[in-house]
T-cell receptor
Framework: NAGVTQTPKFQVLKTGQSMTLQCAQD?????MSWYRQDPGMGLRLIHY???????DQGEVPNGYNVSRSTTEDFPLRLLSAAPSQTSVYFC??????????????????FGAGTRLSVL | QQQVKQSPQSLIVQKGGISIINCAYE??????FPWYQQFPGKGPALLIA?????SEKKEGRFTISFNKSAKQFSLHIMDSQPGDSATYFC????????????FGKGTKLTVNP
């Protein structure tokens, strides 16, 4: 049981390049999300998915695309990288998509992050 | 518009002391309030969480105090240890089927030996 796995751990891009950040979970979680973390800004939600085939925008979606073809995988695509997208990206997953029920169902598990630099 | 306001931004405490981090929220639809702990180079991990039907929850040295009328909640770390040095985030999630967590901006805690 690996939890939430993100690849790559580090990436350097040139402005205008595209790339895909991979995220996979083996806990059969229905909810997955992508956050970016910038100094002094906390964690900001980019996109999220409540199940295979269903995605929606978060707080800062511009410049990013997502898809969810399987329960396990939730890749994040940068279409044309910009220096403003230099950040640490975290993928997270949780079992439940509500707030009722046992607290344990609401736990979001985070991956170790991808540190991205756009030059 | 920042939905969850966290303070202080940084905190330095001596070993054995009490660390207190505060958060305030505006949206009364929030009904789940977790705290996450993040060590350098790692992803955040859930530390402790509470629902607004209780005023306090304790797990070991970590306690959440919740004041529903004031729309505030805080994390208390008793007998703080150097190993507690990390960044702490409060968060909130609203009822109604949305899984979206709204995070505070974080508090960097340093516990000196």
């Amino acid at each position: 049981n690996a939890g939430v796995t993100q690849t790559p751990k580090f990436q350097v891009l040139k402005t205008g390049q595209s790339m895909t950040l991979q995220c996979a979970q083996d806990m059969n979680h229905e909810y997955m999300s992508w956050y970016r973390q910038d100094p002094g800004m906390g964690l900001r939600l980019i996109h999220y998915s409540v199940g295979a085939g269903i995605t929606d925008q978060g707080e800062v979606p511009n410049g990013y695309n997502v898809s969810r073809s399987t329960t396990e995988d939730f890749p994040l695509r940068l279409l044309s990288a910009a220096p403003s997208q230099t950040s640490v990206y975290f993928c997270a997953s949780s079992l439940y998509s509500g707030t009722s029920g046992p607290l344990a169902k609401n736990i979001q598990y985070f991956g170790a992050g991808t540190r991205l630099s756009v030059l | 518009q920042q939905q969850v306001k966290q303070s202080p931004q940084s905190l330095i405490v001596q070993k054995g002391g009490i660390s207190i981090i505060n958060c305030a929220y505006e949206n009364t639809a929030f009904d789940y309030f977790p705290w996450y702990q993040q060590f350098p180079g790692k992803g955040p991990a859930l530390l402790i969480a509470i629902r607004p039907d209780v005023s306090e929850k304790k797990e070991g040295r970590f306690t959440i105090s919740f004041n529903k009328s004031a729309k505030q909640f805080s994390l208390h770390i008793m007998d703080s240890q150097p190993g507690d040095s990390a960044t702490y985030f409060c968060a909130a999630k609203r009822q109604g089927g949305s899984e979206k967590l709204v995070f505070g901006k974080g508090t960097k805690l340093t516990v000196n030996p």
